[in-house]
Protein backbone atom coordinates (compact mmCIF):
# COMPACT_ATOMS: atom_id res chain seq x y z
CA UNK A 1 0.00 0.00 0.00
CA UNK A 2 1.20 3.30 -1.17
CA UNK A 3 1.96 6.39 1.36
CA UNK A 4 -0.84 8.19 0.09
CA UNK A 5 -3.64 5.22 0.42
CA UNK A 6 -2.37 4.45 3.98
CA UNK A 7 -3.03 8.44 4.62
CA UNK A 8 -6.36 8.51 2.97
CA UNK A 9 -7.30 5.24 5.21
CA UNK A 10 -6.06 7.01 8.57
CA UNK A 11 -8.27 9.84 7.40
CA UNK A 12 -11.95 7.62 7.02
CA UNK A 13 -10.09 5.87 10.35
CA UNK A 14 -10.93 9.61 12.31
CA UNK A 15 -6.89 9.56 12.53
CA UNK A 16 -4.57 12.73 11.94
CA UNK A 17 -2.24 13.30 8.86
CA UNK A 18 0.37 16.00 7.92
CA UNK A 19 -0.90 17.02 4.37
CA UNK A 20 1.53 18.98 2.01
CA UNK A 21 -0.03 22.21 0.46
CA UNK A 22 1.54 24.89 -1.78
CA UNK A 23 1.00 27.06 1.18
CA UNK A 24 2.03 25.69 4.00
CA UNK A 25 1.91 22.22 5.62
CA UNK A 26 -1.90 21.06 6.86
CA UNK A 27 -2.91 19.26 9.86
CA UNK A 28 -5.39 17.10 8.15
CA UNK A 29 -8.60 15.36 9.01
CA UNK A 30 -11.67 14.22 8.00
CA UNK A 31 -13.80 17.50 8.10
CA UNK A 32 -17.30 15.01 8.46
CA UNK A 33 -16.30 13.73 11.65
CA UNK A 34 -16.18 15.50 15.02
CA UNK A 35 -14.33 13.50 17.37
CA UNK A 36 -10.95 13.58 14.49
CA UNK A 37 -11.56 17.39 14.20
CA UNK A 38 -11.59 17.71 17.90
CA UNK A 39 -8.00 15.74 17.57
CA UNK A 40 -6.74 18.89 15.68
CA UNK A 41 -7.45 21.36 18.41
CA UNK A 42 -5.69 19.27 20.99
CA UNK A 43 -2.81 18.36 19.11
CA UNK A 44 -1.82 22.41 17.82
CA UNK A 45 -3.17 23.37 21.52
CA UNK A 46 -5.55 25.52 19.01
CA UNK A 47 -8.10 28.09 20.76
CA UNK A 48 -11.87 26.18 20.41
CA UNK A 49 -12.79 30.06 18.97
CA UNK A 50 -10.48 29.80 15.81
CA UNK A 51 -12.16 27.86 12.53
CA UNK A 52 -10.66 25.38 10.50
CA UNK A 53 -10.21 25.57 6.74
CA UNK A 54 -11.94 23.01 4.77
CA UNK A 55 -9.96 21.56 1.68
CA UNK A 56 -12.00 19.94 -1.13
CA UNK A 57 -10.83 18.06 -4.68
CA UNK A 58 -13.31 19.87 -7.10
CA UNK A 59 -15.79 22.89 -7.09
CA UNK A 60 -18.69 19.91 -6.61
CA UNK A 61 -17.23 18.70 -2.91
CA UNK A 62 -16.58 22.47 -2.31
CA UNK A 63 -20.50 23.16 -3.03
CA UNK A 64 -21.27 20.19 -0.80
CA UNK A 65 -19.63 22.37 2.16
CA UNK A 66 -21.68 25.38 1.52
CA UNK A 67 -25.53 26.65 1.95
CA UNK A 68 -25.03 28.77 -1.44
CA UNK A 69 -22.80 29.51 -4.26
CA UNK A 70 -22.90 32.92 -5.48
CA UNK A 71 -21.68 33.74 -9.11
CA UNK A 72 -18.63 35.60 -7.94
CA UNK A 73 -17.67 32.23 -6.19
CA UNK A 74 -17.59 30.53 -9.67
CA UNK A 75 -15.61 33.92 -10.92
CA UNK A 76 -13.55 33.29 -7.63
CA UNK A 77 -12.88 29.43 -8.45
CA UNK A 78 -12.51 29.71 -11.94
CA UNK A 79 -9.94 31.90 -11.79
CA UNK A 80 -7.78 31.04 -8.55
CA UNK A 81 -8.46 27.05 -7.89
CA UNK A 82 -6.83 25.19 -7.42
CA UNK A 83 -4.77 27.92 -5.68
CA UNK A 84 -3.79 29.63 -2.28
CA UNK A 85 -7.82 31.68 -2.13
CA UNK A 86 -10.03 30.30 0.57
CA UNK A 87 -13.87 31.46 0.14
CA UNK A 88 -15.91 32.26 3.06
CA UNK A 89 -19.68 31.04 3.11
CA UNK A 90 -22.49 29.84 4.75
CA UNK A 91 -22.16 26.16 5.69
CA UNK A 92 -23.73 23.39 4.55
CA UNK A 93 -25.24 20.17 7.58
CA UNK A 94 -22.38 18.19 6.46
CA UNK A 95 -19.93 20.22 8.17
CA UNK A 96 -20.07 19.95 12.08
CA UNK A 97 -19.49 23.13 14.46
CA UNK A 98 -16.30 21.74 15.52
CA UNK A 99 -14.98 23.18 12.39
CA UNK A 100 -15.98 26.28 11.69
CA UNK A 101 -16.07 27.08 15.87
CA UNK A 102 -19.90 27.53 16.25
CA UNK A 103 -19.70 30.35 12.88
CA UNK A 104 -22.83 29.26 10.65
CA UNK A 105 -19.71 29.57 7.91
CA UNK A 106 -17.19 27.82 6.31
CA UNK A 107 -14.08 28.43 4.36
CA UNK A 108 -13.41 26.21 1.41
CA UNK A 109 -10.05 26.23 -0.94
CA UNK A 110 -8.99 23.49 -3.59
CA UNK A 111 -5.20 23.31 -2.43
CA UNK A 112 -3.45 23.01 -5.77
CA UNK A 113 -0.99 20.49 -4.65
CA UNK A 114 -0.82 17.15 -6.65
CA UNK A 115 -0.43 15.03 -3.06
CA UNK A 116 -3.26 16.99 -1.41
CA UNK A 117 -5.71 16.86 -4.47
CA UNK A 118 -4.70 12.96 -4.71
CA UNK A 119 -5.61 12.39 -0.84
CA UNK A 120 -8.96 14.46 -0.46
CA UNK A 121 -9.88 11.99 -3.85
CA UNK A 122 -8.84 8.84 -1.75
CA UNK A 123 -10.04 9.73 1.18
CA UNK A 124 -13.15 10.63 -0.58
CA UNK A 125 -13.86 13.33 2.51
CA UNK A 126 -14.00 16.79 2.41
CA UNK A 127 -10.51 17.35 4.90
CA UNK A 128 -9.84 20.15 7.42
CA UNK A 129 -6.40 21.61 8.26
CA UNK A 130 -5.01 24.17 9.59
CA UNK A 131 -1.53 24.81 9.53
CA UNK A 132 0.61 22.41 11.53
CA UNK A 133 2.25 24.28 13.74
CA UNK A 134 1.19 24.44 17.72
CA UNK A 135 -0.87 27.11 18.14
CA UNK A 136 0.86 30.96 17.93
CA UNK A 137 4.29 29.17 16.07
CA UNK A 138 5.91 29.66 12.70
CA UNK A 139 4.01 27.62 10.16
CA UNK A 140 6.15 24.60 8.44
CA UNK A 141 6.92 24.83 4.96
CA UNK A 142 9.05 21.84 5.29
CA UNK A 143 8.40 18.53 6.86
CA UNK A 144 11.51 19.11 8.71
CA UNK A 145 9.73 22.03 10.22
CA UNK A 146 7.49 19.85 11.80
CA UNK A 147 7.22 20.04 15.71
CA UNK A 148 8.12 16.43 17.84
CA UNK A 149 4.41 17.36 19.35
CA UNK A 150 2.75 17.49 16.26
CA UNK A 151 4.21 14.41 14.83
CA UNK A 152 3.43 12.70 18.01
CA UNK A 153 0.13 13.42 17.00
CA UNK A 154 -0.22 12.06 13.41
CA UNK A 155 -0.76 8.52 11.72
CA UNK A 156 1.23 9.43 8.47
CA UNK A 157 3.24 12.37 7.47
CA UNK A 158 3.19 12.50 3.55
CA UNK A 159 5.86 14.48 2.42
CA UNK A 160 5.36 17.17 -0.19
CA UNK A 161 8.68 18.96 -0.49
CA UNK A 162 9.30 22.39 0.34
CA UNK A 163 5.96 24.71 -0.11
CA UNK A 164 5.87 26.62 -3.55
CA UNK A 165 3.90 29.97 -2.02
CA UNK A 166 5.28 29.97 1.54
CA UNK A 167 2.95 31.55 3.25
CA UNK A 168 -0.89 30.69 3.58
CA UNK A 169 -4.21 30.90 1.88
CA UNK A 170 -5.72 34.55 1.39
CA UNK A 171 -9.35 34.26 3.53
CA UNK A 172 -12.29 36.35 1.53
CA UNK A 173 -15.28 36.25 2.86
CA UNK A 174 -17.84 36.09 -0.32
CA UNK A 175 -21.12 38.47 -0.71
CA UNK A 176 -23.16 38.95 -3.54
CA UNK A 177 -21.26 42.04 -4.78
CA UNK A 178 -17.84 41.12 -3.94
CA UNK A 179 -15.38 40.11 -1.48
CA UNK A 180 -14.16 41.14 1.83
CA UNK A 181 -10.30 40.22 2.72
CA UNK A 182 -10.34 38.46 6.26
CA UNK A 183 -6.84 37.38 5.83
CA UNK A 184 -3.87 38.51 3.67
CA UNK A 185 -2.35 35.85 1.88
CA UNK A 186 -0.57 34.12 -0.75
CA UNK A 187 -3.07 36.01 -3.44
CA UNK A 188 -2.65 39.44 -3.11
CA UNK A 189 -5.28 41.94 -2.91
CA UNK A 190 -4.54 43.34 -7.07
CA UNK A 191 -4.76 39.71 -8.20
CA UNK A 192 -8.39 39.46 -6.52
CA UNK A 193 -9.14 43.00 -7.25
CA UNK A 194 -8.78 41.90 -11.08
CA UNK A 195 -11.39 39.58 -11.00
CA UNK A 196 -14.25 41.05 -8.28
CA UNK A 197 -14.48 43.75 -6.70
CA UNK A 198 -12.72 43.57 -2.64
CA UNK A 199 -14.21 45.85 -0.68
CA UNK A 200 -12.57 47.55 2.85
CA UNK A 201 -14.36 46.09 5.64
CA UNK A 202 -17.28 43.91 6.32
CA UNK A 203 -20.87 45.98 7.11
CA UNK A 204 -21.96 43.28 9.59
CA UNK A 205 -20.09 40.81 11.67
CA UNK A 206 -16.63 40.21 12.86
CA UNK A 207 -14.08 42.51 10.89
CA UNK A 208 -11.53 40.18 11.11
CA UNK A 209 -10.92 36.35 11.24
CA UNK A 210 -11.56 34.71 14.42
CA UNK A 211 -8.37 33.92 16.09
CA UNK A 212 -6.33 35.75 14.07
CA UNK A 213 -5.38 36.97 17.47
CA UNK A 214 -1.99 39.89 17.22
CA UNK A 215 0.82 37.26 18.19
CA UNK A 216 0.52 34.79 15.57
CA UNK A 217 3.57 33.01 13.47
CA UNK A 218 6.17 33.82 16.31
CA UNK A 219 9.15 32.30 16.34
CA UNK A 220 10.40 31.47 20.24
CA UNK A 221 12.73 34.40 19.48
CA UNK A 222 11.41 38.11 19.93
CA UNK A 223 11.19 39.56 16.40
CA UNK A 224 12.16 43.01 16.14
CA UNK A 225 11.70 44.67 12.66
CA UNK A 226 14.20 47.39 11.84
CA UNK A 227 15.37 49.93 9.07
CA UNK A 228 19.41 48.63 9.50
CA UNK A 229 21.17 45.43 10.40
CA UNK A 230 24.29 45.83 12.11
CA UNK A 231 26.44 42.74 11.23
CA UNK A 232 26.64 40.82 14.79
CA UNK A 233 22.66 40.70 14.54
CA UNK A 234 20.94 37.74 13.73
CA UNK A 235 18.06 38.56 11.14
CA UNK A 236 16.77 38.84 8.13
CA UNK A 237 18.63 41.52 5.14
CA UNK A 238 18.16 42.42 1.59
CA UNK A 239 21.48 43.12 1.76
CA UNK A 240 24.77 40.81 1.78
CA UNK A 241 24.60 38.73 5.05
CA UNK A 242 26.86 38.19 7.72
CA UNK A 243 26.97 34.37 9.84
CA UNK A 244 24.28 35.36 12.08
CA UNK A 245 21.71 36.72 8.81
CA UNK A 246 20.10 35.18 5.54
CA UNK A 247 19.36 37.20 2.76
CA UNK A 248 15.81 37.72 1.34
CA UNK A 249 14.62 38.09 -1.78
CA UNK A 250 13.48 41.24 -2.97
CA UNK A 251 10.66 40.22 -4.71
CA UNK A 252 7.32 39.55 -2.24
CA UNK A 253 6.64 36.29 -3.96
CA UNK A 254 9.87 34.55 -3.35
CA UNK A 255 10.18 36.15 -0.06
CA UNK A 256 7.02 34.60 0.84
CA UNK A 257 8.09 31.49 -0.03
CA UNK A 258 11.20 32.07 1.92
CA UNK A 259 10.22 33.34 4.62
CA UNK A 260 8.88 30.63 7.36
CA UNK A 261 11.91 28.99 6.27
CA UNK A 262 14.43 31.88 7.66
CA UNK A 263 12.56 32.06 10.38
CA UNK A 264 12.37 28.52 11.75
CA UNK A 265 16.42 27.57 10.53
CA UNK A 266 17.37 31.43 12.72
CA UNK A 267 15.52 30.42 15.58
CA UNK A 268 16.80 27.02 15.33
CA UNK A 269 19.85 28.95 16.72
CA UNK A 270 18.28 29.67 19.90
CA UNK A 271 18.41 34.05 19.42
CA UNK A 272 17.51 36.25 22.04
CA UNK A 273 16.22 38.65 18.99
CA UNK A 274 15.58 37.94 15.80
CA UNK A 275 15.84 41.13 13.45
CA UNK A 276 14.46 41.36 10.20
CA UNK A 277 15.06 44.55 8.10
CA UNK A 278 11.64 46.13 6.77
CA UNK A 279 10.30 45.37 3.07
CA UNK A 280 9.17 48.57 1.31
CA UNK A 281 5.50 49.86 2.12
CA UNK A 282 3.82 48.57 -1.11
CA UNK A 283 0.40 46.90 -1.79
CA UNK A 284 2.05 43.34 -2.94
CA UNK A 285 4.22 42.95 0.04
CA UNK A 286 1.02 43.12 2.12
CA UNK A 287 0.86 39.49 3.11
CA UNK A 288 4.18 39.84 4.14
CA UNK A 289 3.52 43.13 6.59
CA UNK A 290 0.51 40.87 8.26
CA UNK A 291 3.30 38.20 9.04
CA UNK A 292 5.81 40.06 10.23
CA UNK A 293 3.78 42.45 11.97
CA UNK A 294 2.59 39.20 13.73
CA UNK A 295 5.31 37.82 14.41
CA UNK A 296 7.11 41.23 16.21
CA UNK A 297 4.10 41.25 18.10
CA UNK A 298 4.17 40.14 22.01
O1 LIG B 1 -3.00 28.11 3.36
C1 LIG B 1 -3.76 27.86 4.29
O2 LIG B 1 -4.82 28.48 4.44
C2 LIG B 1 -3.35 26.73 5.24
C3 LIG B 1 -3.29 25.43 4.46
C4 LIG B 1 -3.04 24.23 5.32
O3 LIG B 1 -4.48 25.29 3.72
N1 LIG B 1 -4.24 26.65 6.34
C5 LIG B 1 -4.29 27.58 7.32
O4 LIG B 1 -5.17 27.27 8.33
O5 LIG B 1 -3.62 28.59 7.31
P1 LIG B 1 -5.15 28.03 9.74
O6 LIG B 1 -6.12 27.28 10.57
O7 LIG B 1 -3.77 28.16 10.21
O8 LIG B 1 -5.80 29.42 9.41
C6 LIG B 1 -7.16 29.49 9.01
C7 LIG B 1 -7.62 30.92 8.99
C8 LIG B 1 -7.79 31.47 10.39
O9 LIG B 1 -7.38 32.81 10.40
C9 LIG B 1 -9.31 31.35 10.58
O10 LIG B 1 -9.78 32.28 11.51
C10 LIG B 1 -9.81 31.62 9.17
O11 LIG B 1 -8.89 30.97 8.34
N2 LIG B 1 -11.14 31.04 8.97
C11 LIG B 1 -11.45 29.74 8.81
N3 LIG B 1 -12.80 29.58 8.71
C12 LIG B 1 -13.33 30.81 8.81
C13 LIG B 1 -14.67 31.33 8.82
N4 LIG B 1 -15.74 30.54 8.70
N5 LIG B 1 -14.85 32.66 8.95
C14 LIG B 1 -13.77 33.50 9.06
N6 LIG B 1 -12.49 33.07 9.09
C15 LIG B 1 -12.27 31.75 8.97
MG1 LIG C 1 -2.08 28.85 11.13
Known sequence: MDLIESAAAAIRLGELVIMPTETVYGLAADATNPEAVGKIFTAKGRPENNPLI????????????????????????SAFWPGPLTLVLPKSPLIPATVTAGLDTVGVRIPNHPVALELIRRAGKPIAAPS??????????????????????VAVVLDGGPCEAGIESTVVRVAADGVVILRPGAVSRLELAEVVPVFDREMTGPARSP??????????????????????????TFGPASLHQRTMPSDPVAYAR??????????????????IEAPPQFPEWEAVWDRLRRAASR
Open 132 to 153: ANPANAVSPTRVGHLSDPILAA
Open 258 to 275: ELYDALHELDARNPDVIR
Open 54 to 77: VHVDSVAMARECVQEWPEIADRLA
Open 211 to 236: GLGERHYSPRARVEITFSLSPDDCGL
